[in-house]
C-alpha cells in the first residue's frame, strides 16, 4: 500500500513539474511562470545579499548595512512575484509590469551604489553586482515582452 502511494505521490509530482513547453502553455501560464522565476531570483539575491555577502563582507567591499537593505528589499519583492502569481487572477500582467518596475529601479540603485561605493569595492564585488545588474535587466527584458501578450 505505501509502495502504490509514493507513486501515486510521485505522478502527482511530474504533472505538476512537466519539461517548460511555451508553445503549450496559455498566456496566464506563462505570466505564473514568469512570476515564479522572478520570485525564485528574488529569494536567492535576499539571501546572497543579506546572508552570503554580508558574510564576506570584505570580500565584495559593499558595507554590510547596504547588503542587509538590498536583501530586504529583493525578500519585498520575492513575496510580491510569489502572490502575484498564486493570487494575481486576471491583473498577472499588470502585476508582472510592476515587478518588472521594481526590477529596473533596483538595477539603477545597485548602479548609484557602485557607484558611491566604487573605492572601497573589490574586484569581485564589483564582478558580482555588474553580473547581477545585467541578469536582472535580461529578467525584466522578458518581464516586459509577456507583460504585454
Avoid at 32 to 46: C, E, P, Q, R, Y
Avoid at 128 to 142: A, H, K, N, Q, T
Amino acid at each position: 500500500m505505501w509502495l502504490i502511494s509514493e507513486s501515486y505521490t510521485i505522478l502527482l509530482l511530474y504533472d505538476q513539474f512537466k519539461p517548460y513547453d511555451p508553445h503549450s502553455m496559455t498566456n496566464a501560464g506563462k505570466l505564473k511562470s514568469i512570476l515564479l522565476l522572478d520570485g525564485a531570483g528574488a529569494v536567492l539575491s535576499a539571501v546572497m545579499h543579506g546572508l552570503v555577502l554580508v558574510a564576506y563582507e570584505k570580500s565584495f567591499g559593499m558595507p554590510a548595512s547596504i547588503l542587509r537593505v538590498l536583501g530586504f528589499v529583493a525578500l519585498l519583492f520575492a513575496i510580491y512575484s510569489f502572490s502575484s502569481a498564486f493570487f494575481g487572477g486576471q491583473k498577472k500582467a499588470l502585476l508582472l509590469r510592476g515587478i518588472a518596475i521594481a526590477n529596473l529601479l533596483f538595477c539603477v540603485v545597485t548602479s548609484i551604489l557602485i557607484i558611491y561605493y566604487f573605492p572601497q569595492l573589490t574586484g569581485l564585488g564589483l564582478l558580482y553586482f555588474v553580473v547581477e545588474i545585467m541578469v536582472v535587466l535580461v529578467l525584466v527584458r522578458y518581464e516586459f515582452k509577456f507583460a504585454r501578450q
